[in-house]
């Protein structure tokens, strides 16, 4: 059987590395320098030629290792690797994931394009979307998940925009929400604006499912971005991004990479590369986790409503129907509210024990945060209720712990949460 035939979860050990370029080491050692020595002038000049682009690579020359900045062979081994999950041809991997969305978005957009946006979307993007670039003359219109791709559309023209159209930018499911966009049917109105000159791409932030749960890339996208923070790192010990498509255009991007100075450093690609040998043992069990417990919050007296996957139904309509065409599994991201307001919110918060009170998600640790005093705390309160993030959301990411614990831990906070609605009634 070719090597390259095995599953990705059996090539996370050691696809990219060559024990005999390592003095036989199984592992791939750490690459801790900033410059690479040339064997000859000549080869010195044939590698920043290739890099640069001046020329293109003749009888499948490579380009070889330069400065850090430019490459590693960490980074390299980790973007191989990476390369598996979404069956994409390159990835470039960075400092963060802002590192990434940012560095993507500058490369392809210019003054006077216009940027459609799926809304809610993690605050930092949202404040980068409309604070940032706005700032260079790119009109940004945000769309919601309950909005047809056809209506959009009548939109876009109506007001002048749908042929300055450039990118697409979805995250789905949506944080903190879990609302669904449908990927495929975006893709095909931004392939159907597109012209010969002027590509309109679609661009998914894929953090939510991870690499396994969802494959953008497979369902049309050009680029599928993840914080690799989350369920790549999956350890809360290293802060990382990834963007993954097809080899022209993230030739282009890891260019712009190079200039900004943002790539991954090579203990960080390491440290993601060990991560990947467990990613999927890890999102099986955060997810079989997050089912019980959510089916747990569906049925207790202080919750309101759950948002996750897992609990979608035919009753859902159009939800329902693109999860089931689009994710393989619901994941490990929940919300929910508790009945009452802030208050009530804030008390399950700070009586949990077990569940972490922190930002950011898919690590081994379970992690509950409140959108929209955190994550989403820049965003005007109006725009918040579109969004459908309202001061008693709760989010929950949920990890590897003993699910007993887990839920017992949860029962105990929401009863805490119960006695503060209690006294407030009473008063």
Not at 136 to 159: C, H, M, N, T
Not at 388 to 411: A, F, H
Request: proline share 5%; aromatic share 8%.
């Amino acid at each position: 059987m070719p090597y390259q035939k095995f599953q990705p979860e059996s090539l996370m050990m050691s696809y990219g590395h060559k024990s005999g370029m390592a003095r036989g080491a199984v592992k791939a050692p750490l690459y801790q320098t900033s410059t690479f020595a040339f064997e000859t002038a000549e080869e010195g000049k044939d590698y920043f030629e290739l890099a640069y682009g001046l020329r293109k690579p003749v009888n499948g020359e490579a380009p070889g290792m330069i400065y850090s900045r430019l490459d590693n062979p960490n980074l390299e081994i980790l973007e191989k690797r990476l390369s598996l999950w979404d069956e994409a041809e390159a990835c470039a991997v960075f400092a963060s994931g802002m590192a990434a969305i940012s560095t993507t978005v500058f490369e392809f957009l210019k003054p006077g394009d216009v940027l459609l946006y799926s809304s809610p979307l993690y605050g930092g993007t949202v404040h980068f979307i409309t604070e940032v670039l706005t700032r260079y003359g790119i009109e940004v219109v945000p769309f919601y998940y309950d909005q047809q791709p056809e209506a959009i559309l009548r939109q876009l023209k109506a007001s002048n925009q749908a042929h300055r159209l450039a990118m697409v930018y979805i995250e789905t499911p949506a944080n903190p929400t879990n609302t669904l966009i449908d990927i495929q049917s975006m893709s095909k109105m931004a392939s159907a604006l597109s012209t010969e000159g002027r590509q309109v791409l679609t661009v998914v932030d894929n953090t939510y499912m991870g690499p396994l749960w969802q494959h953008p890339l497979q369902l049309g996208a050009d680029l599928v971005l993840y914080s690799a923070t989350k369920y790549i790192g999956g350890h809360s010990d290293v802060i990382a991004g990834a963007v993954l498509g097809n080899e022209p255009l993230i030739s282009r991007i890891k260019v712009l990479r190079t200039f900004f100075g943002s790539m991954a450093s090579p203990f960080d690609a390491w440290l993601l590369t060990r991560s990947l040998e467990t990613l999927k043992l890890r999102m099986e069990k955060q997810t079989r986790n997050a089912q019980r417990v959510a089916r747990f919050l569906q049925h207790h007296p202080m919750v309101e409503n759950v948002h996750y996957l897992g609990l979608l139904t035919e009753a859902d309509g159009e939800q329902y129907r693109i999860y089931e065409r689009q994710c393989s599994a619901p994941g490990a991201m929940l919300a929910f509210e508790v009945k009452g307001g802030e208050k009530e919110a804030f008390a399950f918060l700070n009586n949990l024990k077990l569940v972490k009170l922190a930002v950011s998600l898919g690590s081994t640790e379970s992690l509950a945060q409140h959108p929209a005093t955190m994550t989403h705390a820049g965003i005007p309160a109006e725009i918040l209720a579109e969004m459908g993030i309202s001061e008693n959301l709760v989010r929950l990411s949920v990890g590897i712990e003993n699910v007993r614990d887990l839920i017992s831990d949860i029962e105990f906070a929401l009863e805490k949460a119960a006695e503060v609605q209690e006294a407030e009634m009473v008063g």
